[in-house]
């Protein structure tokens, strides 16, 4: 028995799109769109592209000669291994060879490919304006989540740094049934090929899953038991054909599965902000309860159990309550900077009608809330890495980040942006405030400390306390 197909995922010509409507349709509905006339300037579509009878194929030998001694991930999509497909490493002109003159029975697909990382000078493409409010790309331009853990490598500084990937596969390759790493959003453009895709939305997602609540169904074109996956037949799926020169957008916790209808080749990025945070942290606490379980019977004999139930979480989810803690409260002294700049650029009483100033409080907001549910759960137990305000805004890896976020929110709403002379009004402004943020209830703190000097400045017409008092 097939899957059922109902509807069909909008086509909107991204050049008559703005960002604040992109945001209110998609991006804050968690809804997925396909985007067309976005990429008419890339680079990649002339480069990395050959037409053969009037359709655009990958110019393999352009790979190879100009990238051959890269390694890549690449999935063997006819081996299942666990969850997913095995991988193997090899380099590029290695893979370009057996796409050229292996057996068609085996079906390979380049995977998860650094790109930009390991070419940072090439300019492949431009992010599309809609994808730019990325706080996960942002920050591990600078940053590491799990530099003090032992999962860590030094030596593997471009497969961790950022996720930001190439894919490239034949026709018939393909990627089983996921949803994505931290429940983020991606986009996906196809530079050649067709694509298409089979999605589940969140509403629907235990339909996929065994009797347990524990395995996934692989393959949802397979046979799929019955007995093992009771639900599954129930499941009501979107089906999308992407073509060459679209991007698709993939909300949060959306499942979906992939087919290479052609020989393809895209560019796909996670990434999240304030609008999918809550994701990212209720898959952090789902995954954290799931170790804990895991290890419960070993709780008595164990020295330091939370240490490591966190350990465990950052190598299974690929970040843990600390990591993810630190990453907040970087954002949220980020965002702070930010908008003591904009109260230095603008009058105050146009200074809450920025859209900047908007976008930057309903940031800080995100953030308290997500703040309030980690405190919730009696803080961080363990936790030794702390934020300093005055050491932060001595760093500059710190002060790197407040420059992207500046920069950003300067080209998304088309203003002006970071200027350093902030970091003075910010030290003296917060010199009675005790710097140190330890704990959830430190970040509260701050949050709100920020909020009543603000009020402050600005009186009933600060937008900042106005959107914590709609969170709270």
Known sequence: MGIKIEGEIERV????LSYSEFVKRYLAKNQPVVLTGLMDDWRACNDWV????????????????????????????????????RRV???????????????????????????VKEYPQYLAYLTPLFFCDDWLNLYLDTYRMQKDHDSYQEDNDISCSDYRFVYMGAKGSWTPLHTDVFRSYSWSANVCG????????????????????????????????????????????????????????VPSGWYHQVHNLEDTISINH????????????????????????????????????????????????GMNFYDFFIFLSRFTIANVVQLYYLLGDYENA??????????????????????????????????????DLRNSLDDPDFLKLCVGLGRMYGMIHKQQNWNYATKQALIVDFGDYCSQILTPEDLLNFIDYTAAKLSGYCGEKSILPTLLDDVS
Not at 296 to 314: K, M, P, W
Not at 374 to 386: H, P, W
């Open 50 to 85: 050959v037409t053969h009878n009037g359709l655009g194929k990958p110019n393999l030998q352009f790979f190879s000669s100009n990238f051959g001694l890269s390694k890549v991930q690449v999935a063997d999509c006819g081996t299942r291994e666990f969850t997913d497909q």
């Open 194 to 249: 067709k694509k298409k895709w089979l999605f589940l939305s969140p509403s629907q997602c235990h339909l996929v899953f065994d009797r347990n609540g524990k395995s996934c169904v692989y393959d949802i074109l397979d046979e799929i038991s019955e007995t093992d996956f009771p639900g599954f037949q129930k499941a009501i799926w979107l089906e999308c054909t992407q073509e060459q020169n679209e991007i698709i957008f």
């Open 89 to 115: 490493e090899m380099f590029v002109s290695q893979f370009v060879n057996q796409w050229l003159h292996e057996s068609k029975q085996d079906c390979l697909y380049l995977k998860d490919w650094h790109f």
């Open 13 to 16: 010509n991204g050049k008559e």
């Open 270 to 317: 996670n990434w999240f902000n304030a609008y999918n945070l809550s994701w990212v942290w209720d898959l952090l606490l789902r995954d954290y309860n799931e170790a804990k379980e895991y290890i419960e019977d070993i709780r008595d004999i164990c020295d330091d159990f939370e240490g490591l139930c966190q350990r465990n979480l950052a190598a299974n989810t």
């Open 350 to 387: 146009i200074w809450s009608s920025s859209p900047i100033a908007r976008n930057l409080a309903l940031n800080i907001a995100s953030i308290r809330k997500i703040a309030l549910k980690m405190k919730s759960l009696g803080g961080l137990a363990g936790n030794k890495n702390f934020l």
